[in-house]
């Protein structure tokens, strides 16, 4: 064996030792407290009740429809910002044709961008009512 092997199997036998020797242990410790109401809950009979973090009233779709509607409206800003930073390129051109285009073409996809978007907010907004969800 070369010197390079035998380095190799004395570094994978220490940091098997380490990892070994590291690992923890289960402690057999009395249980301390109540963990339902440690977590904030309720105990109805044998079963733990615990409350909506969301808040009251809050069910997973309107959980979802808030996240979508936060999301869409970033994504409107976004599309914002594009549309006014086209418009500057197209005013700022100066006669060059590259630049007159270039920020057109940001401006016709940025409009495009907020028409999609104020078309999927309408679309989720009628999910949502047909859903049931506020």
């Not at 570094?11 to 057999?28: D, E, G, H």
């Not at 733990?48 to 009233?57: R, S």
């Amino acid at each position: 064996m070369t010197m390079k092997y035998i380095l190799t199997i004395i570094v994978i036998a220490l940091f098997t030792a380490t990892c070994l020797l590291t690992t923890t242990s289960p402690v057999f410790a009395k249980k301390q407290g109540n963990v339902c109401e440690d977590v904030g809950g309720s105990w109805k009979g044998t079963i733990c009740v615990i409350a909506n973090p969301l808040g009251a009233g809050v069910t997973a779709q309107g959980a979802i429809g808030i996240v979508i509607k936060g999301l869409l409206g970033i994504v409107g800003v976004v599309a914002l910002v594009f549309f006014v930073y086209g418009g500057f390129m197209w005013l700022a051109a100066a006669g060059d044709e590259k630049k007159y285009k270039a920020g057109w073409d940001i401006m016709t996809w940025a409009t495009l961008g907020l028409v999609l978007i104020f078309g999927s907010t309408a679309i989720v907004s009628f999910i949502l009512k047909i859903a049931g969800v506020d």
